[in-house]
């Protein structure tokens, strides 16, 4: 079982001693909602899931070009693979769930954490984003995985096409299993400072999902929200369960802050 860490437990609660002293001086506090998203979430766009119904997950290609081992392998058929990746997310739309989440920025602090590669959080126009899986915004030089290397990914990636700087050879800006996830501990952070979690559209099968989420602040109320029920037990955090899909879902969620959140 995880346990929360105490350098989480420790910015849990001098966040909350914060809030208190805000809260004194009458100022006005918004609400720190934190959306926690996952390949459901983009499915309602039309971009497949790993595990649901038709998810990528029974095709061999996707199991063998998610391995950080594929690079080496297999680096052009790697390549092709996410090129038409790419360009299959980019013709999807932000759905109805991905644009609520952005709206809500003009009344509350929103933050989200999304294991998604896709941009559609930000085409809805979602300010605070951070991608731990990485996203097909970028492309990183083999052996220099980081943002001071990323460069914009506009068009298909080939064998040969290097990094100006390293003369290393590009590959996509995502995290592959076996490599070390991006912004574990900002999220980690986000996910301690705040007074809602709404975490739609993931098994939370594909770590850090579930022991990143022990990490939600004690006293935050947490939806999650999911066609598929879950055991209580199973979850790493005790929440409402909103059995729906995303943009139903969404909106059941909505009617419920703004009559409880004012
Ligand atoms: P997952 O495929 O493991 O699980 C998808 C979840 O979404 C399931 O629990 C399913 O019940 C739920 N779901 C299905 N339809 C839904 C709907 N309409 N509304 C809400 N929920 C719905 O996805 P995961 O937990 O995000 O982990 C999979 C990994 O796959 C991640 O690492 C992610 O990077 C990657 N992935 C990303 C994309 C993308 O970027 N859009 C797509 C596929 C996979």
Known sequence: MNTISSRALKHQRRHRKNRVQIDNRN????LNIVFFTGAGLSAESGVSTFRG?????????????????????????CLVFYNIRRKTML??????AHYLMAELQQKYHVRVITQNIDVLHERAGSHSVIHLHGSIQFLVPKGFRHPKYRLPWFDDINVGDRCPRTGSQLRPDVVLFGEKIYDYRQARRWL????IVVIVGTSLLVE???SLL??????????????ESQLSSDLPFPGEQIIDGANSG??????EISSCWQ
């Open 214 to 227: 022990v990490n939600i602040n004690p006293v935050a109320k947490v939806y999650y929200i999911n066609p």
């Open 27 to 30: 100022d006005i506090v918004r």
């Open 250 to 255: 969404m909106s059941r969620l909505l009617d």
């Open 192 to 195: 301690c400072e705040a007074d």
């Open 91 to 96: 013709k999807a739309f932000p759905s109805q």
């Open 53 to 77: 119904k038709d998810g990528l997950w029974n095709q061999s290609d996707n199991i063998r070009y998610s391995q950080v081992s594929s690079l080496a392998t297999d680096l052009a058929e």
């Open 208 to 210: 850090p999902a579930h």
